[in-house]
């Protein structure tokens, strides 16, 4: 199915993005992409701005409906094509998939993002410095998720099929190797890992396979 009049910014090593686009392979969904370069900084300049005033990606456009934040955006495509779902039936399952999902969204994504590392920059934190910050957070939150996978069956985090919370975990494992992290403590997340590169929807998501890859 595509998506004919939706239209996804994003930036091919956006982990935020990444998210939103293993949801769309997952329903089988597409959509026109435009490309954000945070690295040149075209986030902040006013062009895009004026597109999305918390000059963040990803951003959501269907027709006049607009949506930032790739949870709200996830759980939007999810409502309105259910099938297959991504969150599990039962209420308590459907808590923990949130809870997994938002120690990595709101706990560890937000403060090692680009714009938090460039902060830093400016406050004179030289680069070893800023990689061990982003290091130490990423195995914070990595161990909270690690503690709660131990005691739920796998493959995936919450059984055989992928949820939101398999969703935001395989961009921040690829996130982590990008900074270096030792993942061989977290057996639950590198079983997730490997599970999900065997499915075509978080293959064809990687950072590496986008138009705008450097």
């Given at each position: 199915m595509n998506n004919s009049d939706?239209?996804?910014?994003?930036?091919?090593?956006s982990t935020a993005a990444y998210r939103v686009r293993i949801a769309l392979g997952l329903k089988g969904l597409s959509a026109e992409t435009k490309f954000v370069h945070l690295r040149k900084g075209e986030q902040a300049q006013q062009a895009y701005r004026d597109i999305n005033p918390a000059g963040l990606v990803p951003y959501w456009i269907e027709g006049d409906f607009?949506?930032?934040?790739?949870?709200?955006?996830?759980?939007?495509?999810?409502?309105?094509?259910?099938?297959?779902?991504?969150?599990?039936?039962?209420?308590k399952?459907?808590?923990?998939?949130?809870?997994?999902?938002?120690?990595?969204?709101?706990?560890?994504?937000?403060?090692?993002?680009?714009?938090?590392?460039?902060?830093?920059?400016?406050?004179?934190?030289?680069e070893a410095a800023?990689?061990?910050?982003?290091?130490?957070?990423?195995?914070?939150?990595?161990?909270?998720i690690e503690a709660r996978l131990a005691h739920l069956p796998g493959p995936f985090a919450l059984g055989e099929q992928p949820t939101v919370a398999d969703i935001c975990i395989i961009p921040q494992v690829f996130n982590a190797r990008r900074f270096g992290v030792d993942l061989s403590p977290y057996k639950r997340i590198l079983e997730i890992d490997a599970t999900a590169s065997g499915l075509?929807?978080?293959a064809m998501a990687e950072p590496g396979r986008q138009p705008d890859a450097e």
């Open positions: 939706a239209l996804l910014y994003g930036y091919f090593r607009r949506l930032a934040q790739s949870l709200a955006i996830i759980e939007y495509l999810d409502e309105t094509h259910p099938a297959p779902p991504l969150l599990p039936s039962s209420p399952a459907r808590a923990i998939a949130r809870e997994i999902a938002l120690v990595v969204t709101s706990d560890i994504h937000p403060i090692g993002n680009l714009r938090v590392l460039n902060r830093l920059a400016e406050m004179g934190v030289d800023r990689t061990t910050w982003s290091q130490h957070w990423i195995k914070v939150g990595f161990e909270a075509k929807a978080f």
